[in-house]
């Protein structure tokens, strides 16, 4: 009888598996590239304006366009770099991958420019191109998942078009967001496929993708928890032992997790909002997030890249607490009823947003539209089972059903289409998020920073004075008092950016870029002790400015020029100077005026050979000045190479070069 039953249930599970490559084959028949195909192209027009679109100050700078491992990358340097980008984080964030991205754009599209970052539209080309993969990825699942055309199609359609969408693919930050997407959702694939071909070749993918997407985005971590997700959807039976057999995966998480937060916390990312909640309101916070969520899924209302927190507890933030034990009843009765869609569903989404919920506190805003991309998908399978379903009954439903789901796609994609407009450029960016948080400092600032950016200094004036009337903040003074900097003609100017400086220092004592910034309005006060004196102190806490370094090299350079040629105080001060330089060309290699300085400067010092090596590189970098092949006709000169030092001497002048010593002109100019 025993025997008989295993007979049985081997004979059952050879037909399942014979069912499952049946349908394997189905998958890919010319309506599912057809269908897929229109929502892909769909997508790609409503993001394709993105092309078009400007870097944002907001944190496109400090991960990319201002990154020194980006801008001062070049063929030479290139794996050095990488192997310092794997070491490193970004804003107390460890994702390597996703800023070693941009390292190898920068040097695909960078070659001949000044630092490869004048045509963002490549970067924000290719995060539709991930998205499109991320997208082509949740159909395939879908169908895996036994979703039919309409189900998988309504899915595929809403993870490519819903308005939460368009914060990670149109900001070039967000890079990490599609691009961990990516890597999740393909080892989701291949999980999903173990269950009926459970290949070593398959863990090994899953393995790889898996790493892959947590050196990308921590968020990743939430992929053992979506594997339970999957079981409990595909298994007929769910067991225990389908979480304990997962335990390699969930020590990974753990240990990343532990890692994420170690890195935050040295790099005083938590707890960085305007705001302190004690914890116990902070779990409200969370509950209150929750609830959003949720609603924004079917109700993309008030989108903001910026959601900052409430300057103290909302009353109407307590009452969310109650969707605890409803989500903890729903859960229970998905696991004892066998609700399998809707338990995935719950679950999917639960287990990706719950790490996201700010009960830790990292961050500008207690909620963002980003933390969605890859939750968003139980709610969406949930959605498009429904819809199918509805499809499946008799009568023209399945017409009704398929019009309804055109049309909700047709009106998230007229709604995304806008919003991917105001991520144009930064002005653009920050007075959209003022249309809905008017008392928030941060948009003020940036915005304003923006402005000064584009020499608006009025416009940018007063959205610094608003700011700064909203909260004092230490970078806002730092702004503010570098517009006074920029725009000073005599030294009232000067002096009010000097006590900016000096009350942003005041409130913070260990920013670097405030003490370089404030040494630099010493210098223009002509106080070049001082100034030195500032960026010394500046550089001690922001070793990597490479604006310091620069600066004081000018003010080493003019120290020098109050000695005479020759003398030991020159030669000190000119050798300070050009080893700051030196300093300066490791963030910014490309910059050929700081070679032509150092090779004028080691000319100076009797160091020819160097000197000419140096500005040869200035002349490699930039051929148009004629100022360089001037310094290289006097170098020449001093080298007795009277050949080499007339054709460059003759080029300096072709380019427009005029202020020629007349003892040169005359050695080498017939005419």
Request: hydrophobic letters at 45%.
């Amino acid at each position: 009888m025993a025997k008989k039953q295993h007979k049985e249930k081997f004979e059952n599970k050879v037909a399942s598996s014979t069912i499952e490559k049946a349908a394997v084959k189905s998958f890919f028949s010319w309506k599912d590239w057809a269908l897929i195909g229109v929502i892909c192209f769909t997508a790609y027009l409503t993001f394709s304006n993105v092309k078009n679109y400007q870097f944002v100050n907001w944190d496109d700078d400090r991960n990319f366009y201002e990154n020194p491992l980006i801008t001062s990358l070049n063929a030479e340097n290139f794996w050095q770099n990488t192997v310092k980008i794997f070491k490193s984080d970004v804003i107390g964030n460890y994702n390597p991958l996703t800023i070693w991205t941009f390292a190898l754009e920068k040097r695909l599209y960078g070659k001949g420019s000044y630092n490869g970052l004048e045509s963002p539209g490549q970067w924000h080309h290719t995060n539709v191109l991930l998205h499109l993969i991320c997208v082509w990825l949740v159909y395939l699942i879908s169908r895996r998942l036994r979703l039919g055309l309409i189900g998988a199609g309504f899915v595929a359609a809403l993870f490519a078009l819903h308005p939460m969408r368009v914060e990670s693919v149109a900001w070039v930050t967000e890079r990490k967001d599609v691009l961990y997407g990516m890597f999740f959702l393909a080892a989701m694939y291949q999980y999903i496929r173990t269950k009926t071909n459970p290949t070593l070749w398959r863990y090994v993918l899953i393995y790889l993708f898996f790493g892959l997407s947590l050196l990308s985005k921590i968020q990743a971590v939430a992929l053992p928890l979506v594997m339970v997700a999957i079981d409990f959807l595909l298994d007929e039976k769910f067991e225990l032992k389908s979480v304990i057999n997962k335990w390699p995966y969930f020590l990974i998480s753990f240990l990343w997790g532990v890692l994420g937060i170690v890195v935050l916390g040295s790099e005083g990312s938590l707890d960085t909002n305007d705001v302190t909640y004690p914890f116990w309101q902070r779990i409200f916070i969370g509950s209150f997030s929750y609830m959003v969520y949720l609603v924004k899924s079917v109700i993309p209302y008030e989108l903001s890249p910026l959601y900052p927190y409430p300057p103290s507890m909302p009353a109407y933030f307590y009452p969310t607490i109650v969707l605890v034990p409803i989500v903890g009843y729903l859960a229970w009765m998905a696991y004892t009823k066998g609700w399998k869609v809707f338990g995935f569903a719950l679950f999917f989404f639960t287990f990706n947003i719950i790490f996201l919920l700010q009960v830790l506190g990292a961050g500008q805003g207690f909620i963002a539209d980003r933390f969605t991309y890859i939750a968003y998908l139980g709610l969406f399978f949930g959605f498009g089972w429904l819809l199918e379903k509805w499809a499946a009954k008799q009568g023209a439903s399945k017409a009704l059903a398929t019009g309804i789901g055109v049309l909700v796609i047709g009106v998230y994609s007229f709604i995304t289409y806008k919003q991917v407009a105001i991520w144009e450029n930064s002005g653009t960016l920050w007075t959209h998020v003022l249309k809905y948080y008017d008392k928030t400092t941060l948009p003020f600032g940036n915005r304003a920073n923006f402005y000064r950016s584009q020499k608006k200094y009025d416009e940018a004036l007063v959205d610094y004075n608003k700011a700064i009337s909203l909260k004092e903040d230490p970078q806002t003074y730092n702004s503010r008092a570098r517009l006074y900097f920029d725009t000073a003609n005599d030294s009232t100017r000067l002096l009010l950016a000097l006590k900016d400086y000096n009350r942003a220092i005041e409130l913070k004592p260990n920013d670097g870029e405030f003490w370089v910034n404030r040494g630099a309005t010493y210098a223009r006060l002509g106080n070049l002790e001082k100034a030195i004196e500032n960026i010394n102190t500046g550089l001690k806490f922001k070793p990597d400015h490479e604006t310091g370094y620069l600066n004081r090299s000018v003010l080493n350079s003019a120290l020098a020029a109050r000695f005479p040629l020759g003398s030991t105080e020159y030669g000190q001060y000119t050798t300070l100077a050009i080893a700051d330089l030196d300093e300066y060309q490791k963030y910014r290699p490309y910059n050929g005026d700081t070679w032509y300085e150092k090779a004028r400067m080691k000319r100076t010092l009797g160091n020819l050979l160097a000197a000419l090596d140096d500005i040869n590189r200035a002349i490699q970098i930039d051929a148009s000045k004629g100022i360089y092949f001037y310094e290289r006709a006097i170098e020449n000169h001093q080298l007795t190479r009277k050949e080499f030092a007339k054709a460059d001497l003759e080029t300096a002048i072709s380019l427009g070069y005029a202020n020629i010593d007349a003892e040169l002109a005359a050695l080498y100019l017939s005419n």
